[in-house]
């Protein structure tokens, strides 16, 4: 995951590829709850790991269920319905799914047996409304009050008198959540007595409402519904749990990926995507047709989508999204490649979700250079004609940060700019490694694909510097002194005569080497230690003077130069290797400040070591690489030269972030 202020992507040109979804955030919370609320085991395959599942997984935990993670699966062992605890305070971060379920649960649980219990989440949570929800279980006895603002979490649930004599009324139109945590919670108190809700006001977000349904008769339970008015659960309502259930790839999420198929991918070609297909029980898997609207061509298997680009320009679409929230979002930014205006309505939920998401889409759509309106529950969105680069703010909204991943392929548009997505981590609420999934089916053309060279002489210190970069960016690193290192290890292995420069560069040419970062293997062999040793490090850079092994190695360098971007160290990476880099340093300390740093760090592996010897070897290593015909160690003319002597690692690191951020357009 990019734990980093922000991701930089560069202009994109095709995607292609097969990407395995993570779990429905919608189903793996549900079955959690209710094999929580179980008696007995659950076993449950491909939950989804990521902040929401995280948060209810420790709830459950707290309120006394066995939730114990073994591999991909997931094994909860529930309370039978009855309270184990009668008192916790229960974080539930920013995950509706969680607040909401637990909420109803809880409070009916307390009303019943006796007990007190608080819910709370982060600073935004207490901002999305739930007092449609605590009005529908005050009026049948709940005793909630309100730790903050009244109508929004946090509550403390207080016990109270189940009365339940009439039907329960519960508004439908600011979130199907409230319905849904009842639905999910009523089976609770519905001993000798059916139980009636009836929803207020339009229901939005319906399939969301099915998909509790759905999972409520996997667990036993029949509510019966008649239309989105009324729905009734069954007196002495019994969860059951299934034994084992399997969680579906999250359409929500997939969304992304169709979006990518159907703007970058060829039939030839296409963006696969796993764990989502026909017979979805997500509605947002409907979000296909929308985009097949737009032009899409999707192939629907029973788990999976094939998504390749059919019209284009896209076609420009007025869509009632209501039963799509979600995935909707994504249409937004389909939008900018539309051949007209697009515009999406019934979406008035959307402003009360992760944030404000009509002004969110309409203020980074806009600074990105669309023409938006927007009104209470819908937006409009004109494609740039101009497009521009930006720094899009994401609001701690996983799914706007997804979104605007799809804006970096304005090439497409005929355009060329990067996009930086702001707090990319925040992606962690339901798809934690999205934006390694999203870098692995998209193709950049390498003249986009940004480098940052940083060369210099042996012992500079340009490895920690170059991998620490690259960490703060989220971009690749290549160690090319490690290339060489490990080059020369297979020579040995080899019995190749390092004097016999075609031996070495066979060899080289061959290098089965594998980089699973920060291990290196060869061959299947981990030898990431091995390569570090003095006398691996002398016989790299002897068969470094070869042209033939430098010429072995390029194609290998130049494989590394892959989106996001790049941070490449070594002797010639500015010079031969990445001659267009678009930023070159140039690392420099003196031999005997080197040979200190060297002696320090070999005694700490517990190697001895001798630092005058140390600076001897580092001076004729110097000497060589300065002097050999091929590729000699010296600062390319653009490049930018850093003296670390006097400085920490830290200050190094800062200093290159510093020229970079001053060469970036945002
Ligand atoms: O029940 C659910 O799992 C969800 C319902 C929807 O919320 P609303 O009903 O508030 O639209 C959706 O946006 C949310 O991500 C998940
Ligand atoms: C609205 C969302 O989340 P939540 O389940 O917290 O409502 C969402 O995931 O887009």
């Known amino acids: 995951m990019y734990a980093i202020p922000f991701l930089d992507l560069p202009p994109l040109r095709a995607a292609s590829g097969t990407v395995r979804l993570p779990g429905s955030k919608s189903i793996s919370n549900r079955v959690l709850l209710l094999a929580g ?170 399939p969301y409402v099915e998909i509790t349904l759905n999972l409520l008769r996997r667990f036993g339970i029949e509510v019966a519904r008649d239309g989105w008015q009324r729905f009734v659960v069954p007196a002495d309502s019994r969860y059951r749990s299934p034994g084992e259930i399997h969680v579906e790839g999250d359409a929500s999420s997939a969304s992304y990926f169709v979006a990518l198929g159907a703007l970058a991918a060829t039939e030839a070609a296409p963006v696969r995507i796993e764990g989502v297909g026909e017979g979805s029980i997500q509605g947002d898997i409907r979000f296909v047709e929308a985009a097949e609207a737009m032009g899409a061509r999707v192939r629907r298997g029973p788990n999976c989508l094939e998504v390749s680009r059919g019209a284009w320009p896209l076609r420009a679409i007025d869509l009632d999204c209501n039963h799509i929230p979600d995935a909707a979002m994504t249409l937004a930014v389909m939008a900018l490649y539309a051949d007209g205006p697009c515009t999406l309505r019934n979406i008035a939920s959307w402003r009360v979700k992760e944030t404000d998401r009509i002004a969110a889409m309409a203020a980074e759509c806009a600074k990105l250079g669309a023409q938006v309106e927007e009104g209470a529950d819908w937006l409009r969105i004109t494609p740039p004609q101009h497009w521009k680069p930006a720094a899009i703010h994401t609001y701690d909204d996983h799914r706007v940060a997804m979104c605007f991943s799809l804006a970096a392929f304005n090439p497409l548009a005929g355009q060329r700019v990067p996009v930086r997505i702001l707090d990319p981590k925040c992606v962690a609420k339901t798809f934690p490694d999205y934006f390694e999934t999203f870098f692995a089916v998209v193709q950049a053309d390498a003249s986009d694909v940004p480098v940052i060279t940083i060369d210099g002489p042996t012992a500079s210190g340009k490895g920690t510097l170059a991998s620490r970069v690259a960490a703060a960016l989220g971009y690749h690193y290549l160690d090319s002194g490690a290339l060489y290192r490990s080059a020369a290890l297979a020579a040995l292995h080899a019995h190749a005569d390092l004097a016999d420069e075609d031996a070495v560069a066979a060899v080289a040419a061959q ?25 691996i490090g002398l016989a790299a850079s002897r068969i470094s003077a070869y042209p033939a092994v430098r010429r072995a190695l390029h194609a290998l360098q130049l494989s590394f130069r892959r989106a996001p971007g790049l941070v490449a160290d070594g002797r010639d990476m500015g010079t031969v290797v990445f001659p267009d880099a678009a930023l070159k340093v140039f690392l420099t300390a003196p031999a005997a400040t080197r040979a200190e740093r060297r002696h320090k760090q070999l005694i700490s592996q517990g190697f001895s070591a001798n630092i005058d010897h140390l600076r001897q070897d580092l001076e004729s290593r110097d000497e060589r690489d300065r002097n050999r015909a091929t590729a000699p160690l010296k600062p390319a003319e653009d490049a930018r030269s850093l003296d670390n002597s006097a400085l920490s690692i830290e200050a190094s690191v800062q200093q290159v972030l510093a020229w970079w951020q001053a060469r970036r357009p945002f």
């Open 37 to 206: 609320l179980s008696e007995g085991t659950t076993r449950i395959h491909d939950l989804l790991d990521s902040d929401d599942t995280r948060v209810m997984i420790e709830a459950l935990r707290t309120l006394g269920c066995e939730v114990r993670r073994e591999g991909v699966e997931c094994v909860v062992t529930g309370l039978g319905g009855r309270l184990h605890t009668r008192e916790a305070s229960l974080f539930l971060g920013n995950a509706g799914t969680a607040m909401r379920p637990l909420a109803a649960a809880l409070s009916l649980l307390a009303a019943q047996e006796g007990g007190r219990f608080e819910v709370s989440g982060v600073a935004r949570m207490h901002e999305r409304p739930i007092g449609d929800l605590v009005d529908a279980l005050s009026q049948i006895g709940c005793d909630i009050e309100y730790l903050g603002q009244e109508g929004y979490p946090p509550l403390r649930l207080a016990g109270g008198a189940l009365r339940i004599d009439a039907p329960i009324r519960v508004r439908g139109d600011v979130s199907s959540q409230f319905l849904t945590a009842l639905l999910l919670a009523l089976p609770l108190a519905s001993a000798g007595r059916e139980i009636t809700v009836e929803v207020q006001g339009e229901l939005i977000s319906k």
């Open 511 to 535: 290098l089965p080497l594998r980089f699973d970062p920060p291990r290196i293997l060869l061959a299947g062999e981990d030898i990431t230690e091995r390569i570090r040793h003095e006398e």
